[in-house]
Structure formats: C-alpha cells, structure tokens
C-alpha cells in the first residue's frame, strides 16, 4: 500500500465482523443530514489507463459504465453531523472499542510520538492509543474549530452504520467516479487535465517534500472545511484530496480478500509517490482499519435520505 494511503488494522476481520447498524432516524430526528445533489446517471467512460496509476490498483482497463440516476452528498460527512449521529444512536466507532487508530507522526507531541508505534515501511504513521474521531490525533486534542471539517478515523462499518442510520448507503465505486467526474470525459482531475489551473490550488493535498517539510500552500497541513475548495462540475467538493472516502466496493487485488474501497486520495498525497488524487485512481483497505485520513460520503435514490 503507498504510504499517501491509510495503514490497515492487522488480521482486520471480516465484513460480518461488523455491529449490527442502528435503525434509521425517524423523521424529524436528525436535524443535521448532508445535503444531497441529485444526478441523473448515464453512461460514462469509468476507470483510467494514466501512466501514474499502479497495474496494481486495476484502475484500467477504460470502459463504459452505466448508472442509474442517484443523489450524493455534496460533501463528506462533517463531524458535526456524525456528532448527531453518535448522540442519538450511541454508537461506538471501532477505533473507541480498540482503543487506538492510526496518525501522522508529524501531527503528535514529542512525548506521545515517542511512546506510539510506528508502522513498519511507513514510519510516518503511529498507532495511537485514545485517537478517535473525537480526538483525531489522540489524547489532548478535540474537535474545536473543525465542526465542519470531515469525520475520521471511522472504518467502513462506522461509514456504513451512518449511512444506514441516515436513510442512505455509501455510494457504489461507479457512482463514486461519475460523481467525481462532474460531467468531464476522462479528464484527470474532478475539474480538468491541471492540478493548478492558473496557480489555483483545487483540493487539499500534501505541498513540499513529503513527509518532513508540508508549505500548506494549498491553505492546509492537516483537514480543511469540506466546501473550502471550489465545487466539481455538479457541485460537490472535495471530491480529490483533504481525505479518502470509503465506498461500497469489494478490492478486486489478489491476495486482499474482504478489503473495501476507498477513492479520492488525501491531505497526505504527494506527486513525489503518489497521486491517487486523480479521479480514476483506487485504493483499499481492511473493513475495521481507520485513521486521521479516512472519511466517508452518503448516496441514496435521487429523493434523497428524507
């Protein structure tokens, strides 16, 4: 797994591991739902053939796809609104039942990185005991001044669970793609062929020489606001960058049986190694696994969750 990507939890279970979700929220219930776009579907050239991608990933070959029309979130889900989500559900995340997840060395105190394992091949990343989506780089830190930035450290079965709670799912690997896509053919970006289009940063991704030097050009070390970039051609943001977002997907790789996918790269990515920001590239991990770069978007029929 390229070290942009999230660590995976060892001997991560299988899907039926995974709590039973809650029952969805009865009207009127849940005041803080993500705003749904309604797309109308189609047929759309899915996948990428681009020099950058890995054969590893399968992001090839390119073909038509159909999908039916589907609505999805305009943004990742906050932690605000998963906050609405634990508080009527009590819902625990698999990171608060094990009692650790995965963080960016760069993010920790000296004393707590001293004393976090790091990741074998991949020292930047710690296991840190007490990170959880409500103190994303572990013991001392909250959510102060990030209501609005994207939830993480939740696997795909807390991702799923939401959604579940919310009236909705997570949103297929196709319709992922066609959304990010925002109507462009086969262009690399969720807004064109340029990473900077006159100068403009478009999304949140690693700036400087990974992983010791980040300049924040783009605005940012760690997650941004999830509208603090401008909008896709159908007006969703963050659609590449700031963090990896969980779909409904199966891993097609040998030797990853039961592992889900993720698309759209990270605040961690970095053309020096990686440039899973573009719009074709995938990657995976375990169902349980999480960390301070995992998020998550709804879908559901074009009505919407309500």
Same mark, same amino acid.
């Given at each position: 797994?390229?070290?942009?990507?999230?660590?995976?939890?060892?001997?991560?279970?299988?899907?039926?591991?995974?709590?039973?979700?809650?029952?969805?929220?009865?009207?009127?219930?849940?005041?803080?739902?993500?705003?749904?776009?309604?797309?109308?579907?189609?047929?759309?050239?899915?996948?990428? =053939?681009?020099?950058?991608?890995?054969?590893?990933?399968?992001?090839?070959?390119?073909?038509?796809?159909?999908?039916?029309?589907?609505?999805?979130?305009?943004?990742?889900?906050?932690?605000?609104?998963?906050?609405?989500?634990?508080?009527?559900?009590?819902?625990?995340?698999?990171?608060?039942?094990?009692?650790?997840?995965?963080?960016?060395?760069?993010?920790?105190?000296?004393?707590?990185?001293?004393?976090?394992?790091?990741?074998?091949?991949?020292?930047?990343?710690?296991?840190?005991?007490?990170?959880?989506?409500?103190?994303?780089?572990?013991?001392?830190?909250?959510?102060?001044?990030?209501?609005?930035?994207?939830?993480?450290?939740?696997?795909?079965?807390?991702?799923?669970?939401?959604?579940?709670?919310?009236?909705?799912?997570?949103?297929?690997?196709?319709?992922?793609?066609?959304?990010?896509?925002?109507?462009?053919?086969?262009?690399?970006?969720?807004?064109?062929?340029?990473?900077?289009?006159?100068? =403009?940063?478009?999304?949140?991704?690693?700036?400087?020489?990974?992983?010791?030097?980040?300049?924040?050009?783009?605005?940012?070390?760690?997650?941004?606001?999830?509208?603090?970039?401008?909008?896709?051609?159908?007006?969703?943001?963050?659609?590449?960058?700031?963090?990896? =977002?969980?779909?409904?997907?199966?891993?097609?790789?040998?030797?990853?049986?039961?592992?889900?996918?993720?698309?759209?790269?990270?605040?961690?990515?970095?053309?020096?190694?990686?440039?899973?920001?573009?719009?074709?590239?995938?990657?995976?991990?375990?169902?349980?696994?999480?960390?301070?770069?995992?998020?998550?978007?709804?879908?559901?029929?074009?009505?919407?969750?309500?």
């Amino acid at each position: 797994m390229s070290s942009c990507c999230s660590p995976g939890r060892p001997g991560g279970p299988p899907d039926a591991a995974a709590p039973p979700p809650p029952a969805p929220a009865s009207a009127g219930a849940a005041p803080a739902l993500p705003a749904l776009v309604d797309l109308p579907g189609g047929v759309f050239a899915m996948g990428s =053939e681009d020099p950058e991608g890995s054969p590893d990933d399968h992001e090839g070959p390119v073909r038509p796809v159909q999908v039916a029309p589907f609505a999805i979130g305009r943004t990742s889900v906050t932690n605000d609104e998963y906050a609405a989500f634990v508080d009527a559900t009590g819902w625990v995340t698999e990171s608060e039942r094990l009692g650790w997840s995965f963080v960016f060395a760069g993010f920790l105190p000296g004393p707590l990185r001293k004393v976090s394992p790091r990741v074998p091949g991949t020292p930047w990343w710690c296991g840190v005991d007490g990170a959880t989506w409500r103190s994303p780089e572990g013991p001392g830190s909250d959510l102060a001044g990030r209501g609005d930035h994207p939830v993480v450290h939740v696997s795909f079965h807390d991702a799923a669970a939401y959604a579940a709670w919310a009236g909705a799912r997570l949103p297929t690997e196709a319709e992922w793609e066609y959304a990010a896509r925002g109507g462009l053919e086969q262009a690399r970006y969720p807004w064109g062929d340029e990473l900077t289009p006159g100068g =403009e940063h478009r999304c949140n991704i690693w700036q400087g020489a990974f992983p010791t030097r980040n300049t924040a050009d783009d605005g940012y070390r760690g997650t941004s606001p999830v509208t603090a970039f401008a909008p896709n051609g159908h007006g969703l943001h963050d659609m590449a960058g700031n963090v990896w =977002e969980w779909v409904d997907g199966v891993w097609d790789r040998p030797g990853a049986p039961g592992q889900r996918v993720m698309r759209g790269g990270s605040y961690l990515c970095h053309a020096s190694y990686c440039t899973r920001y573009r719009v074709g590239a995938r990657t995976s991990n375990t169902p349980d696994s999480a960390s301070g770069n995992q998020g998550f978007r709804i879908a559901a029929s074009p009505t919407g969750p309500r």
